[in-house]
């Protein structure tokens, strides 16, 4: 009897084939994310939204597993590049805590110079209707400093999905390793509040005075 091992993983295989264009990801959705951080030995549970067109991002974390004997508080997160700010909200006592930004928004998606090296697919080749065909990028952001490895689902066999499947990045700075893997994406964003920081926050900083000059590439 032959025996067909599932593997739910993404190196099951890859699929020779034509290289696919850059697919558009959602600019504003949910998902669910687990998050291994390899420099500090955690993986964590999150809620995760991001709202493209206004240039914020949230992370409301739902379980912690790492090496640790202590008790590690869960925290929601609230990115608002327009304010330049991040909000950190103790979820357990409350406490909230502000953070400057001074990166630029980036969306989760495929950049328009990454990489294509090939299709994977998510389950089993060998097993009909049991596995998903995705795309894999890699590339590198010379202004954050990292390189990625990006895995999607691919848009190109008739489906206008481009859903993120799992995002990697090695920072070259502290040669620290992120590795995401996000689940039952949903377009939109349930409750708007999210990105609201409760009242007792500290507020935005003022906004720098405009400048006699600028054009749009200063704004991306």
């Known amino acids: ?11 099951v295989g890859l699929v020779v084939a034509q290289t696919p264009e850059i697919c558009r990801a959602p600019t504003v959705f949910e998902a669910k994310e687990q998050r291994v951080d390899f420099a500090r030995h955690m993986e964590v549970g999150s809620t995760i939204g991001q709202d493209a067109d206004n240039e914020r991002f949230y992370r409301k974390e739902t379980s912690v597993v790492s090496n640790l004997t202590v008790t590690l508080d869960l925290y929601h997160e609230i990115w608002s590049y327009r304010e330049h700010a991040l909000y950190r909200i103790n979820m357990r006592t409350g406490e909230c805590m502000r953070m400057g930004i001074v990166t630029s928004f980036e969306p989760i ?11 994977r697919h998510i389950g089993s080749s060998g097993i009909r209707n049991s596995n998903i065909l995705t795309t894999n990028w890699v590339g590198e952001n010379t202004e954050k400093k990292y390189r990625y490895d990006l895995v999607f689902t691919d848009a190109s066999l008739g489906s206008s ?6 995002v990697t990045r090695f920072y070259d700075d502290d040669r620290s390793l992120e590795q995401a893997s996000l689940f039952d994406v949903t377009a939109g964003i349930s409750d708007p509040t999210v990105f609201t920081p409760p009242d007792h926050c500290p507020p935005p900083p003022p906004l720098p005075p405009p400048t006699k000059q600028s054009s749009l590439f200063e704004t991306l």
């Open 161 to 166: 999905a481009c859903l993120p499947v799992r």
């Open 1 to 11: 009897m032959e025996v067909v091992l599932c593997v739910f993983a993404y190196f």
């Open 109 to 119: 998606g495929i950049p328009l110079d990454a990489r294509f090296v090939g299709y």
